[in-house]
Each structure stands twice: as C-alpha cells, then as structure tokens.
C-alpha cells in the first residue's frame, strides 16, 4: 500500500504557527471603520504610557523602551528627568553617572552610550531641539524607525504609526494589515486605516495587544473586536464572542477599559 499522505493541520496547529488568519478574507472598508471605531469608544484618550517632560524627555524614554516595559522606563526616568530634561543637562550628567540612574533597564550600558551620543549631536546640529523630520530623527544612534515614529506621533502630532511586537502581532492576528516584516504591517496600517483614525491608531492597537490581545493567550471573550478578528483558534469560551460581540458593538461607549494593575516588580507581557 502507498504511504498515507500527511493529513492538512488543524486550526489549532496553524494557530500556533501563527497562520491563523481564516475566511471571509480581507477586512473590508466598512469592517475596518467599526475595528477603529470600537477601539476609539473603549480608550477615548489615546495616549502614551511612558512618562516624559518635553519631546527631548520623549526621546530619551522611548530609545530606553527598547527591549524593556514602559512600566521599567516610567521607574527609572522621574530621578533622571529631574536633573536631566534637557540635551546640555545630559551632557553634564556624563555617561557614568547616567548608567546609575537607568541600570534597572535591560542594555543599559549601551543605551547610556546613545544616549550621550544623540544628546551632542542635538546640541552640535539642532540647537538643542529634537528635530521634526524622520530622516534627521532615524540619524541618530539608537532611534530607529519605530522610535522615530513614536516621536513624530507623541511630540509633534503626525499620523504616524509605529509598529512595535504587539501591533505587529495584532497586524497579523486580527488580519486588518498582515505582513512578514514591521515596515509591512506599517505599510498596511497607513493604506487601510482611515484618516480620522490615524493620530490615535498607534495607542489604540498597542494598548489592545498589550492588554487584551496578549501574545501567549489573547483574552477574545473581553475583546471588543472579537467579530470582526479573523483569529482561527480563539480562546474559550467561543460560543459566546457572537453574542458578546453583537452586545459591544451596539453598546461601544467613551467609557475607557480599565487596565489591569501590576505588582511593583511584576513585568508587564512583552
């Protein structure tokens, strides 16, 4: 007898490969209105959970986010902004006396490096300001593309759309932009979201990955979104997103969703 063929993976098998996106296809135009609009109506207030003072502070805190939690920075930051808030005030500090106030965040000695590096190159080049264009905030050590885009978004009001790992997980997950690399969930985001979306759209998904649609076990039945997601392998109880869904989008108000709170100490889910 020829050997069986191998039988296709179950849903839960592609799940956990990360394929699980499932029929009806792409979001359409009118579903991906009420994907944002449910968002907006759970978090009125779109806004950054990293504590900062000016967009130099800003600056600082998301080059330190990088490979760490917000609620890390936000512990570390208050003491240094406090005698350092500004490009020259930095400088004085020094790199030694920096890395004593930020050597609870992962890479540290490194961030310190760059941090003193960007902070002469915005004295030598920009008159002290962070600039507002990508090109010039991407030149300097340590921000990247999703940092610049963080910066452009928070301190100076851009639609911008800066994917970190948990819109890049939504991105993918939900359907609503899926790509194989950041700049292509980026890229999705920008063509289907619509304008008046924009400015908040970065808030609105980070704080739903981070908090409801979690990497290791996405709460769908809390989800306001859960209808419209095209997730294969939801968590239980399934049989009740329908009905919990149909209820949210009727009833979708600016009452924000309340976070959960954390231990001091307690790490929040990368």
């Known amino acids: 007898m020829p050997p069986a063929k191998p039988s296709a993976p179950r849903p839960s098998q592609a799940a956990a490969r990360g394929r699980a ?12 209105e009420e994907f ?4 907006a109506a759970s978090r009125p207030i779109p806004q950054t959970e990293l504590e900062f003072i000016n967009p130099y502070t800003l600056l600082v805190a998301v080059v330190l986010s990088a490979q760490a939690t917000d609620v890390g920075v936000n512990r570390a930051t208050p003491a240094l902004f ?26 540290y000695r490194t961030k310190a490096v760059n941090i003193i590096k960007l902070s002469r190159i915005l ?3 920009h008159g002290g300001e962070v600039p507002r264009q990508r090109e010039a905030l991407e030149r ?4 990247g593309r999703k ?18 790992t948990h819109i890049f997980r939504l991105g993918n997950r939900t359907g609503i932009a899926p ?3 950041p700049f292509e969930v980026e890229q999705g985001l920008e063509a289907v979201t619509p304008p008046e979306y924009k400015l908040g759209a970065h808030h609105w998904l980070i704080l739903h990955g981070r908090y409801v649609c979690k990497a290791r076990k996405p709460e769908c039945p809390a989800c306001v979104v859960v209808d419209l997601c095209r997730y294969g392998d939801k968590t239980p109880p399934v049989e009740l997103t329908a009905e ?27």
């Open 21 to 32: 996106v499932k029929s009806p296809g792409p979001f359409t135009k009118a579903e991906v």
């Open 36 to 39: 944002y609009r449910r968002l």
């Open 82 to 107: 406090a005698v350092a808030d500004t490009p020259q005030k930095m400088l004085d500090l020094g790199e030694e006396r920096l890395k004593e106030f930020i050597r609870t965040i992962g890479l």
């Open 123 to 125: 004295l030598d080049e």
């Open 140 to 143: 300097l050590p340590g921000v």
């Open 147 to 164: 940092t610049a885009s963080v910066v452009l978004n928070v301190a100076f009001g851009e639609p911008t759309i800066a994917v970190d």
């Open 179 to 181: 790509g194989r690399t």
């Open 244 to 270: 919990l869904a149909a209820e949210r989008a009727q009833t979708a108000t600016a009452e924000p969703l309340h976070e959960p709170k954390r231990q001091r100490g307690q790490r929040a889910e990368e």
